[in-house]
């Protein structure tokens, strides 16, 4: 008799992220905030080397897996939001009573909150700003705001030149500067080919989300911040030229995904040879082609596959092309671009009104109730009444989970940190042992980050021990106490009613993963025609009647050959031809294709994860976001068919009634949804 399965609130307690040990990220860690507290001790600025050595540590938080180039934007924005919210935190705590404070941090909460919708880099810049605010209304020191400030800036910014001075084990002896990029795109490769390899088994939706992340970490290690519009280095163009030449591979790979048949095992060899060409940064080789089915072969019920081993052979055949170049073009490389109305639409729709609430209430009520008991001398003689909203902030952060996934781990880790800090404290030197225990905690925050409940563990013994070593008394209880009346109020106020509709957050993103699904179907769909002359095109009434339209036109010039022949020498075919040899003039749109593409698959990505999220929470909270997981199912069918439909219509210029069929099915099963597809521009 089986074990009844655990409710998906209790499951995701105790699920962990697995991988190997980042130990770069381990060496940075114990090289910052230990040394930075022992700095300040010894330059007998004891209270600027704590704010240091917590800035050190929420940065070392934000440091994640990926590129120099993107590490400056993800440490560096959440380092000056920290640091005004240390200034204005300063400021208020001196100038402000108790009612005051309150309200000023409800208000504060609803900006914070509101920006984390944003993004990842939002969300980690609105919580250091709460954080710190807390920290400067509630820690007592000698400095002015603006020299906390910048001492909160002195210790991030020290973590940050670790990040990009330290090379990575394992990377190319001489230039590292670009080993993140280096990984994130070989990685791309690998995962186009587990995909080949994959398909028509079952494993092969799994392997199509992977290669969606490689591509998503791909992008973002290449977009970072940059003084110069386009790369400035030979290396940095290569890897740009490798990245976008593994596109065209992706969207192959995801044709062949969507037929549905096992692929020769020959396919994959090409992608794996290009990844090991990219981790060692060397040429590529002779690459092995495809076997595409010679002409007049049937196949059976597959008619698709051809054309998608077509695409896949060219694309492998630019790939090289692009590998031995010995120093990359100029490429624009194919990443997001968030207007400032996206930004807006993201602060102040559903979710970020719903999500800013929230952390108002928790943040305000919190800040609130710990002014009163710190007035009523609940806490004793110590002043650490900032540690009840800073708990609050954390807890009500949505992308650590699940609302009861973050309370149980919440109260277990800082439980086990308070009582662990309690034992070493009685034995370790002072104050020696507290600085090795602060490197050594320091150390383990990028491993502990796998874990919710053991990166508060490890957090709980940093704070205790840089309190210590700021000379006030050991403080596990009241940290526990703490801890555990936080949680109680983030739960009480995650269950309460807001405006609007409940799921709010889940339901954006699924929207705007619709929007994109839609803008990439209407722009493979458009016209038949692809004017390049700037000629009015057709407007149609709808996705479904383009689709209909290009399963019985087939326009001249579009297909270099006949859908059922393949031209000779393919091999041998020089950079100026292919598939779309026979297309006129200015007329390839397929850099403006996969700029589509990536993004339908990334806030489907995004979709997919919030509607995960959701449906952990606890039934009272799940039911409300109950059938997104099947908007979501079928919008990734219409991506994945409209990404089929593209590659066929390159080569043939006509789809197959199979086409016709699942594109007309999604759409119908989207609008019974109430999510109707938009006509094309014309």
């Known amino acids: 008799m089986s074990r009844p399965a655990a409710p998906p609130w209790l499951a995701h307690a105790f699920r962990a992220q697995r991988g190997p040990v980042p130990w770069s990220a381990v060496t940075r860690g114990a090289f910052a905030a230990g040394p930075l507290l022992l700095a300040g ?30 590490s400056v934007k993800r440490l560096g924005v959440p380092a000056l939001a920290g640091a005004f919210g240390l200034l204005v935190g300063t400021y208020a705590g001196q100038g402000m009573t108790a009612v005051p404070l309150a309200l000023a941090f409800t208000g504060l909460g609803l900006v914070a909150g509101g920006v984390s919708a944003v993004g990842p880099v939002a969300s980690a810049a609105g919580t250091q700003l709460a954080v710190a605010v807390a920290f400067g ?57 587990a995909l080949l390899d994959a398909a028509g088994g079952p494993h092969a939706t799994a392997r199509r989300a992977a290669l969606t992340a490689a591509l998503d970490h791909a992008q973002d290690a290449l977009d970072g911040p940059r003084l110069r519009r386009h790369a400035s280095s030979a290396a940095e163009r290569r ?121 108002a209430l928790c943040f305000g009520g919190s800040a609130a109730i710990a002014q009163m008991l710190h007035h009523t001398r609940w806490y004793g003689h110590h002043q650490h009444w900032y540690w009840l909203p800073v708990t609050a902030v954390f807890l009500v952060k949505p992308d650590l989970g699940p609302l009861a996934s973050r309370v149980l781990c919440r109260a277990a880790g800082t439980v086990l940190g308070a009582l662990v800090f309690a034992g070493l404290a009685a034995l370790l030197p002072r104050p020696a042992g507290l600085f090795l225990l602060v490197a050594v905690c320091g150390a383990l925050v990028p ?81 038949p025609g692809h004017p390049a002359d700037g000629a009015e095109r057709r407007t149609p009434s709808g996705p479904a009647d383009l ?32 598939p779309t040899a026979g297309a006129p003039a200015g007329c390839d749109d397929r850099p403006e294709r996969w700029a589509l593409r990536r993004e339908a698959y990334r806030t489907l990505a995004e979709a997919r994860t919030a509607i995960a999220l959701a449906a952990a929470e606890l039934p009272a909270l799940a039911r409300h976001t109950e059938g997104t997981d099947a908007v979501a199912e079928v919008l990734e069918r219409l991506v994945d068919t409209t990404t089929a439909c593209a590659v066929h219509l390159d080569d043939t210029g006509r789809l197959t009634p199979r086409h016709v069929r699942q594109l007309r099915a999604a759409l119908t099963e989207l609008e019974l949804q109430g999510m109707r597809a938009p006509a094309p521009a014309a």
């Open 447 to 527: 491993v502990a980050v796998r874990h919710f409940a053991a990166l508060t563990a490890v957090i709980t013994v940093l704070v205790l021990a840089l309190v210590m070593v700021g000379g006030e008394p050991q403080a596990s209880v009241s940290r526990i106490g703490e801890t555990l009346l936080a949680c109680a109020l983030v739960l009480v106020v995650g269950h309460l009613p807001v405006p609007g509709r409940r799921g709010g957050a889940v339901r954006a993103r699924l929207a705007t993963a619709g929007t994109a699904a839609h803008a990439y179907l209407a722009h493979v769909l458009g016209d």
């Open 137 to 193: 209304a509630g820690m007592p020191a000698a400095e002015s705001g603006w020299q906390r400030a910048l001492a909160f800036l002195a210790g991030a910014g020290w973590l940050m030149l670790l990040r990009l001075a330290l090379p990575s084990p394992g990377s190319p002896a001489g230039d590292f500067r670009f080993d993140g990029e280096r990984a994130a795109v070989a990685d791309v490769y690998d995962a186009i080919a």
């Open 41 to 70: 001790v010894l330059g007998g600025r004891t209270s600027v080397g704590v704010l240091a050595a917590v800035a050190a540590m929420l940065a070392g938080i934000n440091d994640r897996p990926g590129s120099r180039r993107a």
């Open 239 to 359: 890897l740009h030229a490798q990245y976008a030449a593994a596109l065209p591979l992706a969207e192959a790979a995801t044709a062949l995904f969507w037929v549905g048949e096992p692929v020769a095992a020959r396919a994959s060899e090409g992608p794996r040879r290009l990844a090991a060409a990219v981790r060692g940064d060397t040429a590529a080789g002779p690459l092995p082609a495809p076997r595409v089915p010679r002409a007049g072969l049937h196949l059976r019920a597959a008619a698709p596959v051809t054309p998608a081993l077509r695409a896949l052979d060219d694309a492998l055949l630019r790939a090289a092309q692009a590998f031995d170049r010995a120093e990359g073009a100029h490429h624009r490389l194919i990443a997001r671009r968030r207007s400032v109305r996206d930004v807006a639409r993201a602060v102040f729709g559903a979710g970020g009104r719903e999500y800013g609430l929230r952390v």
């Open 547 to 578: 689709a209909g339209r290009w399963a019985q036109e087939e326009p001249a010039g579009r297909a270099a050959w006949p859908a059922k022949e393949e031209p000779a020498g393919r091999a041998a075919w020089p950079a100026g031809d292919g």
